[in-house]
């Protein structure tokens, strides 16, 4: 098969030259930048033909188009972070709130209540300041010197000093007595809130001396302080009572007895892991 024979057809040929070209777009010698126009090919079927772009015929060269931008007509323009009456990060702010001074506490138990909120947050300097004030501000108030003994005891945002501490709780148990004797005569005083501090008064009395914090080790002396305490109802001594009759700390031993005070204090609430022994029938 014999190649057809070339063409030459030259831009100045002008309109008649297009009779003679190809009519293929991909055999034309003409750019998009041509003075004539380039014969539209026929559509093909089942697609639209595309509409004209006149800026193709130019002598200029196509600008290539812009992006969209980035805000649309439709979005607003953003609000500054930072208006004018609200300073920016660099500048100090024009007012400062302070929150409103809470009144001083006046009473022994206002300082107590206060020193608990201080040591449930861990601020226990504050703690330790409000907790002294408790235990001596008009006469102190039996908690308040359980729980200064206690931080000193431990030197809970304070200085340790155990024989102060330990003096401390003493006090607190024989405060706690006295207001005992006073409500039996018909004092007006309550009975349940006086038990409550003599008996964690004795309990960590017995603890001093179970474990010689600051006083002469005696387990025997702690032993006793804590079944005083177990027999007026608190678990913890029930328990540390417990323990002690099970491995004959500080007392004979006594497994059996153990048993009943552990499941005392099972009843309110302490945790009989690893006392499954209480259960067994010889121990009843």
Same mark, same amino acid.
């Given at each position: 098969?014999?190649?057809? !024979? /070339? ?5 100045? /040929? ?10 293929? @777009? ?5 750019? &998009?930048?041509? %003075?004539?126009?380039?014969?539209? !090919? ?6 639209? =033909? ?16 812009? !992006? ?24 100090? @702010?024009?007012?400062? $709130?302070?929150? !409103?001074?809470?009144? =001083? ?27 002294? +004030? ?32 330990? +003096? ?10 006295? #207001?005992?004797? &006073? ?6 005083? &309550?009975?349940?809130? $006086? ?29 006793? %302080? %804590? ?12 328990? #540390? ?14 497994? +059996? =007895?153990?048993? +009943? ?10 945790? #009989?892991?690893?006392?499954?022994? $209480? ?6």
């Amino acid at each position: 098969m014999q190649r057809p !024979p /070339a063409t030459n057809i030259h831009p100045a /040929a002008g309109p008649a030259g297009l009779s003679q070209r190809s009519m293929s @777009p991909a055999t034309s010698l003409y750019s &998009n930048y041509s %003075y004539y126009p380039l014969p539209t !090919p026929p559509p093909v079927e089942g697609y639209p =033909e595309p509409p004209l772009d006149p800026s193709a015929f130019t002598t200029q060269p196509r600008a290539a188009p812009k !992006p969209p931008s980035i805000r649309s007509a439709r979005s607003p323009t953003p609000t500054p972070m930072h208006s004018a009456r609200s300073p920016t990060p660099t500048q100090a @702010p024009r007012f400062v $709130i302070t929150p !409103p001074a809470q009144p =001083e506490p006046q009473k022994a138990q206002e300082y107590l209540q206060l020193g608990i909120t201080h040591h449930e947050a861990n601020r226990l300097p504050e703690a330790a300041a409000c907790f002294e +004030k408790s235990a001596k501000e008009g006469g102190g108030c039996g908690v308040g010197m359980v729980m200064w003994g206690l931080t000193l005891r431990h030197g809970w945002g304070c200085e340790k000093n155990e024989k102060v501490g330990f +003096k401390w709780l003493q006090r607190a148990a024989e405060s706690a007595v006295g #207001d005992l004797e &006073n409500e039996r005569i018909g004092g007006g005083v &309550n009975s349940t809130a $006086i038990k409550t501090e003599l008996v964690l008064a004795i309990y960590e009395v017995g603890q001093c001396f179970f474990h010689g914090w600051g006083v002469s080790k005696d387990q025997k002396m702690g032993v006793s %302080y %804590y079944a005083v305490a177990a027999r007026l109802g608190d678990p913890d001594a029930q328990c #540390d009572l417990a323990f002690a009759l099970s491995n004959g700390k500080g007392c004979k031993k006594d497994r +059996k =007895e153990a048993a +009943k005070w552990y499941r005392a204090a099972v009843a309110q609430g302490a945790s #009989d892991i690893g006392l499954a022994w $209480i259960y067994k029938e010889k121990f009843q």
